[in-house]
């Protein structure tokens, strides 16, 4: 039968290393858009092993795993394993809709100290760890591009977008990281 | 010495460190920290400009951002040229190359001051009485001549080089502003704990303390006190001090604009860094400490180069170490101008008058003036100036009646001091005229700041410190940060100030200028009055004062009080024109920060696109995409390798990359209901694993979108929309369920990136995916035309749909999007086998063309009808409700005349049709013809083997065979009107 085909991610072999920054595109992971009633949470954290949150611009992280408010009734569940987000709800009986989005966003690391400012130059949200502390989520916007800002550490933030703005917002954030002052 | 009217031990500024420039070519040496201004005038070169209308030499008149004269260009580069620079606020570096502008010749003899000679005919409002008639000639001779004649500098013609960049902040205190008050207001709301900007357009902080000689604060001289508290602010974590950053807008809900200048000042711009950042800024509270602008005198002649405001003259003596002239007359209605005298008599320039308006001049400062053998004219006007390039000699009047003459190079002036309540007045703040001092001052707040020390016309130092200190701590406290210390800070100075005095002296003659940049006199202003003009917006208008680049910042209060007293009215009465964002210039390149070239707009690229580009595809933007047009082979021309194109896929197969079609997973128990109600067509008997075509409306009955949906499961559909539709139909969706349908237990998901589609179509499509798939019986029994399989191709999952947009049999791969190229290349590998080509989006929209396939927002524009285009089959009879339903239902949708979509056969079979022409039933009827329709679509058809086209045409069903025409430039082109079906009209290949 046929061979399995080659993954080939975008943004591969990007990379930016500046003083205080550095950017690199995420490995592979599984993602879910998961839409659910207030009623289906408990069964679906049980599923996840993890606590789904309720509070806006909030995360809760299990291993590997992690699970992004971004609405009401709507989460971004990422596996950086990789495991079968959607089997993983399929076999929970509650009212939901599971979508797998694994190919559809990019994720991207930005770290080091410049870490808030370099996202700063185009997010117009407060990045301060005031505002958005360790573990903040957030939909929001970069330059003209959608994307889900998630602080993952004192200096560490994970920007996902769609896989076609990626190029765009990688290119952004690197325009930013040259700056020198 | 080669800056002759440098003061030894004057000024800051370190005579070591000198510091090379070019001004129209010749060379002159300033030192580190001169603005070009104050290096300029070290040389007693006053004249650096040429007036707007009347090409009057100009001098320097202030020393900071207000401005009106000294604009000059700037040039590093080809590239790098930037017009209207105020000499004023460029900061001197090693090489720089500055020269004037508005003059030809040269600045010191220029063929446009003859104009002057005709200022009778350049009175005001002329624009609008001397180029009316013709009117045609305005556009073609007035305008371009105006133009050319009063041009302000010349625009780069080279795209910009520089890099721009944006920050956007939040803060719980910005201070704009940071001269003493904002210095105190930062220190106080920083020791409060709040998180806090502060922004000030100079080099260094420090605003006026830079001139005024005569303060203490905390028992420092004020500069000293001013460079320690900037040091100390800036060592603190919870400060950002902006340095040469201005903020020039104040927009709703607290946020500010702010541009900080990174490069303008640097002898070698570092390379990587931008030349200008814009700064958004949000936040809780701001503080304005703005200070004031003077004003000049408004007299006759008093634009001569050498007069110009006293503050300025301070500024370049107690700070540049300057003096602006030998001998040096002051001509004031203001207590603050006499320390200008008095500082340059202390540092030997001769002072031979200050002539005072006032009848009766008193106080320390007087004395002082009077015990330094400065004569005090009070009760006396300027009523002349003689000198053309340069001032020689000041004519003066004394009330009563006697006239002298005194000898002077330079005239200081001052009416006193306008609050610069600009950004207070954007935040949409209410301004109260206060009539004992004569000025708008802050009167009601709209949003939450303060404004402190001279911009809320607090006067004197200590007590700006102490509104300062308070307001910076209020503010800290407001925007929740905890209380700070108590601090107090002792200050004091010997300055006096006074309210001064707004509009001309009675003297005043004919060239009295009240606004320097666009050359409007008294007597403009008082003929505008004349003229009809009431309120100060027509008289602006009609005079353009205010109106340039500078907008009106020494001129406005004097026009407002000339228009006043002509109008025997109280200045309030006849308002105040709008302060308007920027306050300041603001350059393009910040603006558009990051977002250019490659920036500009996200360019989206689908995971096959590298392998077209290698393919030597050409491309068109499709929204934000790009996508593969056609595939050129060598020699062929786009119409050649489109006909290919189109020949090969019914012939044998094409392969087409359609992952740009909008997807949209609807899943949940009440899916099928909601997609009932949100297209035209039923869905709840649509089988598992089977499609339908699929229209939906807007409420008003028109097409919206339309593609096909499959069903993957009970609960689970699959729908595509346009490519450029899937943003807007994803938004409707979310819209209709939280306001219309919220019952419905459904969720729609954009799953347009996570799968690549690769699109098989043509007689052979079967025989080239059969060796890629597994798991899905692709046989026509079992996988008919409009099916779905969920398998895997190349070994990775799958969504199979067999589909077609091009009338052939087909199928659509759907894979994840990282296996899109490689599932593509094995397709194209399998498709060599078969004779298959590439295809594009040309050949695409021509073979759906022959089918007589409508594209939404080609076919239709928003306002046709499932009836109109011959769809009403796909609009279910018996469904309660969809939206649209009842627009559809409205008479004049229902009614004949509507114009319906129809396909075109020109008579010429090889001409092709242009896209949007219009269609007329007699082409000799006069014009205004009535027009029929137009042209939708037209290609050549090479399967045809004659030119096709769709049209949109009036009762067009019932003119089947009817011959009409499309009028065209080079003749009418005659059309039958035929049904939309090209090709294939039984859909017979579809099946294989």
Known sequence: MAEIARREPALEGRACQGQGISLSPAAPASRLSLRAPEASLAGLSQALSLDLPRRPKSSATKGPRAALWLGPDEWLVIDEEEADLAAICAAVPALHSAVDISHRNVGILVSGARAEEVLNSGCPQDLSSRAFPVGAASRTVFGKAEIVLWRTGEEAFRVECWRSFSDYVFSFLEAAARETS | ?992
């Open chain 2, 1 to 992: 010495m080669t800056q002759p009217f440098r003061i030894p031990a004057a000024g800051r500024l370190d005579p070591q460190k000198v510091v090379r420039f070019t001004f129209d070519g010749k060379s002159y040496t300033g030192l580190e920290g001169d603005t070009l201004a104050s290096a300029l005038l070290a040389h007693g070169v006053h004249l650096v400009g040429r007036s707007f209308k009347y090409h009057r030499p100009r001098g320097i008149l202030s020393a900071g951002a207000e401005e009106p004269n000294a604009l000059v260009g700037i040039r590093r580069d080809e590239a790098r040229r930037t017009p209207n620079v105020r000499a004023t606020v460029q900061e001197l570096y090693d090489g720089l190359t500055a020269v004037s502008q508005n003059r030809w010749p040269s600045l010191a003899f220029d063929v446009g001051a003859a104009s002057s000679l005709a200022a009778p005919l350049l009175s005001a409002g002329f624009y609008y009485k001397t180029f009316m008639w013709p009117k045609a000639a305005w556009e073609r001779l007035y305008e371009p001549a105006i133009r050319r004649a009063a041009g302000l500098g010349v625009a780069p013609h080279r795209p910009d080089p520089d890099r721009y960049s944006n920050r956007f902040a939040h803060c719980d205190v910005l201070i704009i502003g940071g001269g003493v008050a904002g210095l105190s207001a930062a220190l106080a709301a920083s020791d409060a704990g709040a998180r806090v900007i502060l922004a000030d357009e100079q080099a260094v902080p420090g605003g006026t303390l830079r001139f005024e000689a005569g303060a203490v604060i905390d028992g420092m001289p004020g500069w000293e006190w001013a460079l320690a508290a900037a040091a100390e602010l800036r060592s603190r974590p919870n400060v950002r001090l902006l340095n040469r950053t201005t903020g020039f807008g104040y927009y709703a809900q607290n946020m500010l604009g702010l541009v900080e200048r990174l490069t303008d000042h640097l002898a070698t711009p570092v390379p990587d860094a931008p030349r200008e950042r814009l700064w958004q800024v949000r936040a809780k509270r701001v503080v304005l400490a703005t200070g004031a602008i003077e004003r000049h005198m408004v007299f006759p002649d008093n634009d001569r180069p050498g007069i110009m405001l006293a503050s300025a003259a301070r500024a370049y003596l107690n700070h540049f170490g300057v003096a602006v002239g030998s001998r040096i007359a002051v001509y004031t209605a203001e207590d603050s101008a006499y320390a200008a005298a008095i500082d340059l008599r202390k540092r030997g320039v001769e002072v031979p008058a200050i002539i005072d308006l006032r009848q009766d001049p008193r106080g320390p400062h007087v004395e002082e003036a009077r015990s330094l053998g400065i004569e005090v004219l009070a009760g006396c006007m300027v009523v002349a100036t003689e000198g053309w390039l340069r001032l020689r000699r000041v004519c003066i009047a004394s009330g009563e009646g006697w006239r002298r003459d005194i000898e002077a190079d330079a005239l200081l002036t001052c009416s006193g001091w306008t609050p610069a309540v600009h950004l207070f007045s954007q935040s949409r703040g209410r301004l109260a005229f206060d009539p004992e001092t004569q000025r708008f001052l802050p009167g009601q707040y709209a949003q939450d700041a303060a404004s402190v020390g001279a911009c809320n016309g607090t006067t004197g130092l200590a007590p700006t410190v102490a509104e300062a200190l308070k307001a910076g701590a209020d503010a800290a406290r407001e925007a929740g940060a905890g209380a700070g210390g108590a601090r107090n800070i002792d200050a004091h100075s010997g300055d006096a100030w006074s309210a001064g005095f707004l509009g001309d002296a009675p003297a005043a003659g004919r060239m009295a200028f009240v606004d320097f940049q666009n050359d409007v006199t008294a007597k403009d202003i008082r003929q505008a009055v004349r003229e009809g003009m009431r309120s100060i917006e027509h008289v602006k208008r009609f005079t353009t004062t205010g109106m340039a680049t500078d907008q009106g910042k020494t001129s406005n209060p004097h026009g407002l009080a000339i228009a006043a007293r002509m109008l025997g009215k109280p200045i309030p009465e006849v308002g105040l024109t709008t302060f308007r964002p920027p306050y300041t210039p603001v350059t393009f390149g910040a603006l558009a920060g990051h977002s250019r070239g490659k920036l500009f707009e996200p360019t989206r690229r689908t995971p096959i696109h590298p392998w077209a580009e290698s393919q030597g595809a050409v491309f068109e933007d499709v929204g934000q995409w790009k996508r593969a047009w056609y595939f050129p082979r060598s020699g062929e021309d786009m119409h050649a390798a489109v006909a290919r194109e189109c020949r090969t896929v019914r012939e044998a197969a094409g392969i087409f990359d359609a992952s740009t079609l909008g997807k949209i997973e609807v899943v949940g128990p009440d899916a099928a209901r909601f997609l009932d109600l949100i297209y035209t067509n039923s869905w709840a008997k649509l089988g598992v694993g089977r499609c339908r075509y699929g229209i939906m409306l807007r409420e008003d009955g028109f097409i919206y979108d339309d593609g096909v949906v499959g069903r993957l499961a009970e609960d689970r559909f699959h729908v595509t929309t346009t490519t450029g539709g899937a943003a807007r139909v994803l938004h409707h969706m979310e819209d209709y369920l939280q306001t219309e349908f919220p019952e419905l237990k459904v969720w729609p998901t954009s799953v347009t990136e996570q799968w690549a589609v690769i699109a098989v179509q043509g007689p052979r499509s079967r025989d080239i995916i059969a060796p890629l798939v597994e798991g899905v019986d692709i046989s026509d029994t079992a996988m008919p035309h409009m099916s779905v399989r969920e398998g895997r191709v190349c070994g990775v999952p799958a969504r199979l749909f067999r589909v077609s947009f091009t009338g052939e049999r087909g199928f659509e791969i759907n894979v994840p999007a990282d296996y899109g190229r490689a599932v593509w290349e094995a397709v194209w590998a399998e498709g060599q086998k078969h004779g298959a080509c590439a295809y594009g989006t040309e050949a695409m929209h021509v073979l759906r063309a022959e089918k007589g396939f409508i594209i939404v927002g080609q076919d239709t524009d928003g306002t046709v009808t499932p009836g109109d285009a011959g769809l009403s089959w796909a609009v279910a009879k018996n469904k309660p409700d969809f939206v649209g339903i009842r627009g559809l239902r409205r008479p004049d949708l229902v009614g004949s005349g509507r114009k319906q979509l129809v396909g075109l056969k020109t008579t010429d079979r090889r001409k092709v049709l242009e896209e949007g022409a219009q269609i007329v039933a007699d082409p000799n009827q006069p014009v205004p013809m009535k027009m029929l329709g137009h042209v939708t679509s037209s290609y050549w058809s090479e399967n045809c083997g004659h030119s096709i086209a769709l049209a949109l045409v009036q009762d067009g069903r019932e003119r089947d065979g009817e011959r009409l025409f499309v009028p065209m430039p080079d003749g009418a082109v005659e059309v039958e009107v035929t049904a939309t079906v090209f090709f294939d009209e039984l859909g017979e290949r579809l099946h294989g």
